[in-house]
Every structure is written in C-alpha cells, then in structure tokens.
C-alpha cells in the first residue's frame, strides 16, 4: 500500500512541475532573440576627432611669392564626421593663380587630411633652379608645395588622408612625350637621395588632366618619358 501511494505521488509531482514550467513558459512568451548585443558601459566614444581650427585673426600669414601664379592661402580642416570611412568625402579644392586656367594646378584636400589650420604656399619654378633628373628623362614642370603652421614657421604635416593633385598637360609637355600624355609622370624630388621619385599618375583622357596622390608637401616636377622606339 506504501508502495503504491509512492508511485502514485512521483507521477503526479513530475505533472505538477511541468504544468508549472509550462505555465511560466506561456506567461513569458515566446524566448527572446536579442537582434544586437547591449553596448559595452561605457559607450565607445565617436569615431575621429574634431580638428582644430584657428580663426584667421589669430594667423600670422605667410607672404605669397612674387612670381606668377603663385599663392598663400589659409586652409581650415574640415571635420569627417563617423562616415563616410571611403570616398567620395567632403572636401575643399584649392587652386594655384595662373592666368591661363589651362597652367594651374589644383588640390583636394579631404575631410580628416589635416587636424589643424594649415597655410599653403605654391610656386612655380623655371626650369633651371630645379634638380635634374635621370637618363631618359626630360623635366618640363616644376613647383613647390610648401605647408606652414598658424604662426608662419615651415611644417611638413603628413597628410592622414592622401591629397589628390591635378594638373592639365601643356602642348610643349605633351610633345616632349611623343604626343602620349599617359606617358607624364609626376614626381616629388627626394632631397637625401638627391633623386625626383615618380608618383602613380593617372591620366583622364575625358578631361586631359594628370592626378596624383600625394601626403606629404615637397618640390614637384613633370617628367616626360621619352616616346617608345617603333
């Protein structure tokens, strides 16, 4: 009789225990999935930093050069924000003062390339101030990108952010590469080596400009490579 009432109470406590889980169950829903793990505490923080920018009363500006074309100008950061992280990105385009549009050349720089007011000066270069180049090439441009700080000293900040520089070929230019503009490369003389480093040069045929990307300010050149042999 013992015996019978213990198994008799074992069924109906397992019953009971799971009417109860499935009672607890049902009142609690469905299980929930969590779509995004909670955010760590604290938070992270925002992605890049804000640059600093220096109002132009508190500049000491840099006298542009005399020669023509040039410029010195003042360039405030542009702040690049958690996005984009890839081009396109907001940017300001600086240009150099020649008087035919055709002889100019252009900067972009990007939002998140400097993380200070920077000033800027350009100025072209005659031929014969410049250093000379290797065999089997012909320099045929050539001018100086030089970057100063807020207080007119020299600096030579790396850009984060590669710059990209634009140029249109002149006729001459274009002539002392066999007529082949794809065959002009920009380079950026290298003062310990004593040597002008070429850079990737892209040329756009659509729009008959040369770009590059450079980081860091320098003296630039054009070099022609001369015409292949048929």
């Given at each position: 009789?013992t ?8 069924p109906?406590?397992l ?7 499935g ?6 829903g469905?299980p ?19 640059p600093?920018?220096?109002?132009a ?9 005399a ?11 542009i ?6 992280r ?23 720089f990007?939002?998140g390339s400097?993380?200070?007011?920077t ?9 014969p ?12 441009r050539?001018?100086?990108?030089d ?18 520089l ?18 002009l490369?920009?380079a ?19 729009k ?23």
């Amino acid at each position: 009789m013992t015996l019978f009432k213990r198994g008799l109470l074992i069924p109906l406590a397992l019953g009971l225990g799971l009417a109860i889980a499935g009672l607890t169950t049902g009142l609690g829903g469905a299980p929930r999935a969590l779509a995004q793990l909670p955010w760590p505490t604290p938070p992270p923080g925002p992605i890049g930093s804000f640059p600093e920018v220096v109002p132009a009363n508190q500049v000491t500006p840099v006298a542009a050069p005399a020669t023509p074309g040039s410029i010195a100008l003042q360039i405030d950061p542009i702040f690049q924000g958690p996005v984009p992280r890839i081009p396109p990105r907001p940017s300001v385009a600086v240009s150099s003062a020649e008087s035919d549009l055709q002889d100019r050349v252009t900067w972009e720089f990007d939002a998140g390339s400097l993380g200070r007011t920077t000033q800027l000066v350009y100025v072209p270069l005659p031929l014969p101030s410049a250093p000379g180049t290797g065999q089997g090439q012909t320099l045929v441009r050539a001018f100086r990108m030089d970057m100063y700080d807020t207080k007119g000293a020299p600096a030579s900040p790396a850009f984060k952010i590669p710059v990209r520089l634009t140029l249109h070929p002149r006729p001459q230019e274009r002539a002392a590469s066999g007529g082949d503009p794809s065959r002009l490369l920009v380079a950026l003389y290298e003062p310990e080596q004593g040597r002008w480093q070429p850079l990737v040069t892209n040329y756009d045929p659509a729009k008959g400009t040369l770009l590059v990307r450079t980081f860091r300010p320098g003296l630039y050149g054009l070099l022609a490579l001369p015409a292949p042999v048929p």
